[in-house]
């Protein structure tokens, strides 16, 4: 993989994907992307998320207030167009393996048609949407840096429980068959809503994950509550993620499922040539947030 951009650093705070990517996935990506800026490029995969969520956001914002969605026929140039922009810029060699904006736009047109006709989306329509999309930064619980996030949906469930959507696509929902592989996400966000007004103080907040796969099905899966449990656990994670970047502890992870050349942009020069080794390359800790993050 020869088209790797580099630019400045990313790293502007805690959110889901960057603990994830430090403390479960692979540290050493985690330092190359967020601390020396290196990009890697889009793949079809991720394109076509991009644009199965631009679909239903937009269907979500339209039902703000309590007017009716707005239909497939509208919806679908949205998830093409939104699929194909964030295609354009797959390599040519990027795409021979997993391949190209082509590829992309069908893939979205797939998953958000399954999405539109399933159960998932009927029992969504019985579900009250707040907000679509929202940022959310507070400070971290043990500093110095800011979480954040952008959050899928946030609303009410047909029981009028604070609830948080996550919608997620997917090649299989066999990866999606336990919440207890995505607490850490859920923590995050739960913790998140915690911190705003829809939350009295006082009531459950819910999380749940809509998965879409390509192979044409659906399901909801329901995650944690937000309590003290929830919150410890975060808390945790939190001060692990940053005794790992104080200690600058970031390392090569080969055992990782995706350390590959297939689907790591960095991996012929992390684990080939050495030139983006640990050994080869320094990083200094992330500086504190401002109070912006």
């Given amino acids: ?21 430090l403390l479960e996935n692979c540290s050493w990506q985690w330092a190359l992307q967020k601390l020396g800026g290196l990009e890697g490029p889009p793949t079809p995969h991720s394109a076509a998320g991009t644009g199965m969520h631009a679909g239903i956001e937009e269907h979500e914002r339209s039902r703000i207030g309590g007017a009716d969605p707005v239909d497939l026929v509208t919806l679908l140039p949205i998830v093409g167009h939104e699929a ?10 990027w795409a021979r393996i997993h391949g190209d904006e082509q590829t992309a736009v069908e893939w979205a047109i797939d998953l958000f048609t399954t999405w539109y006709d399933s159960p998932v989306r009927r029992q969504m329509l019985t579900y009250t949407p707040l907000a679509v999309e929202p940022h959310i930064e507070v ?10 996030g ?4 946030v609303g009410r469930d047909a029981d009028g429980v604070l609830t ?34 829809w939350w009295s103080g006082d009531e459950p907040i819910r999380m749940e994950w809509h998965v879409v796969s390509r192979k044409g099905d659906s399901k909801i899966l329901e995650g944690p509550t937000f ?18 970047v104080d200690s600058r502890g970031w390392k090569t992870n080969p055992s990782w499922g995706l350390c590959s050349d297939r689907w790591c942009p960095f991996y012929h020069g992390c684990q080939v040539t050495g030139a983006l080794s640990p050994e080869s390359v320094s990083f200094d800790p992330p500086a504190a947030a401002s109070s912006h993050g």
């Avoid at 194909?84 to 060699?93: F, G, Y």
């Fill in 1 to 21: 993989m020869d088209e790797i951009k580099r630019g400045r650093g990313t790293f502007d705070g805690w959110s889901k994907s960057s603990l994830k990517q």
């Fill in 84 to 93: 194909a922009a964030d295609a354009a810029n797959i390599p040519s060699d």
């Fill in 139 to 148: 400070p971290s619980p043990i500093g110095p840096h800011n979480l954040r």
């Fill in 150 to 153: 952008y959050l899928d949906w």
């Fill in 164 to 197: 948080v959507v996550d919608y997620k696509s997917s090649s299989s929902l066999s990866r999606w068959s336990s919440p207890d592989k995505h607490i850490l996400e859920a923590a995050v966000y739960l913790y998140l809503v915690a911190t705003t007004d």
């Fill in 227 to 244: 309590d003290a449990e929830v919150q410890a656990f975060l808390i945790d994670q939190l001060a692990s993620a940053q005794r790992m």
